[in-house]
């Protein structure tokens, strides 16, 4: 650990002079063709990158950055090295997220895993389907989240407002706790596939325990889901 931290320093105050001079495009270049072609110090280079991406409010780009090197070397979470563990799953937006999930009675390490795989930390990140902001939500539901929590909808551009975003994802995410009586499977699965199609399969299989309502989800994109929600709230915890 220290020694890839205490290799990466001088790289990592290069790197940071190149951006403080308007160089940033060319840090990030160089940063990359040192990374993928240096054999020797490689690790040294990768935490270069993703510590300067993490100190730039970049916390999707260095998670990007991680995931591409990982899946290079075939790497599962038990053989990431130490270090790059925070970068990738990282603390963003934790005074945030904390509040509310206080206010609201929601671990917050649930909403935390839940963010990672909603929008990797990217505050404006927009779905196909319109889903807007850190944790995804679609118009209709933050209107309803925000007659729930009191406040007054002013359309969908209140979702790219990172803390109104949080409250109302949080804020639904109690609202599905309580429907579903605190059953993480089905919680998760209502936030991705819908309360409604989540309590037809529950029905459907007479109240399953969760790993068999899992394999039994309609939706494989659903599936993998909630099973990577899962997974990173174990990790976060």
């Known amino acids: 650990l220290n020694a890839i ?59 990007k950055v991680l995931q591409n090197s990982f899946n290079q070397f075939n790497l599962q979470y038990g053989d990431i090295p130490q270090p790059f563990v925070k970068r990738f799953y990282p603390l963003e937006f934790w005074p945030n997220i904390k509040r509310y999930a206080q206010k609201h009675r929601v671990d917050p390490f649930l909403a935390l895993a839940l963010i990672r795989e909603e ?59 309580r429907m579903f009586r605190g059953n993480l499977a089905y919680v998760l699965s209502g936030y991705n596939a819908g309360p409604g199609n989540t309590q037809q399969w529950v029905g459907m299989y007479k109240n399953p325990d969760s790993d068999v309502f899992i394999k039994r989800i309609k939706y494989p994109e659903t599936r993998e889901y909630v099973l990577k929600v899962r997974d990173s709230y174990i990790i976060y915890r």
Do not use: C, H
């Open 5 to 63: 931290r205490n290799n990466s320093s001088s790289i990592i105050k290069k790197y940071n002079n190149l951006y403080l001079l308007g160089l940033g495009k060319l840090a990030a270049e160089d940063s990359e063709f040192m990374r993928s072609t240096s054999v020797g110090n490689s690790y040294q280079y990768l935490y270069a990158q993703v510590t300067l991406l993490s100190k730039l409010n970049k916390p999707s780009q260095a998670m």
């Open 119 to 177: 929008s990797r930390f990217d505050d404006k990140a927009a779905s196909r389907s319109g889903a807007l902001g850190l944790m995804q939500i679609v118009g209709k539901t933050g209107a309803d989240m925000a007659y729930g929590t009191g406040k007054l909808w002013t359309g969908p551009k209140m979702l790219l407002e990172v803390d109104q975003n949080i409250e109302f994802g949080v804020y639904y995410l109690s609202w599905l706790k």
